[in-house]
Structure formats: C-alpha cells, structure tokens
C-alpha cells in the first residue's frame, strides 16, 4: 500500500474559496492593496462583470472582502478591501501552498 505524499494532503486542504483563479486573482491584488474598486479588479483580473460579480458575493459571503457603495459625484462605485479575516485567509493560504510546493514558508 502506498502511503499518501504529504505535499498532496496539504494541497487538498487549500482554502476552496480563495483557490478558485478568479477569486485567488482578487484576493492577491486586494492583499496588496488598501481597497480597489469594482472596475480597477476587473480590468486588472480580465473577469467579465458577472463572473467577478460572483466571485466577490462568494469573498463576501466567506467574511474574506468588505464592501463600500458609494456615489463620486454621481457615480455609483463600489469599492472592496480585505478583511483582518481575509488577509489571515490568504497568508495562510500562501503559506501551504508554499509548503505543499517544496518552497518552504
């Protein structure tokens, strides 16, 4: 019986709603990042409008990105940062990945 390689144990336990690309995409520009607004993430992550749309309810939902709708004159804009909750999300994230990849922490 062949005993299962720990790198894999550790990529099976990666963090499912930041490991998805599009939101593994946001999440990274918002860590580096005070707050980014809606259509900065878009052109940035090339997502069409529904699709990051989605990803950003699902980082919401998860307590990972907070959300500010505000109007600039009078323009709506929405903008988004990462929570303590979200910034700890993806350290952690980084992290075993890392880890899991030989690269160390």
Known sequence: MNTPDPALRQLAGLDKVIHEPGRLAVVAYLNAVAEADFLFLQDQTGLTRGNLS?????????GYVA????????TP?????????GRTAFA?????LLQALGEGV
């Open 77 to 85: 804009r929405t903008a988004y940062r990462l929570t303590d909750t």
């Open 67 to 74: 959300v500010e709708k505000m109007f600039v004159g009078k």
């Open 92 to 96: 952690s994230y980084r992290q075993q």
């Open 54 to 62: 989605s990803h950003m309810s699902k980082l919401e939902e998860a």
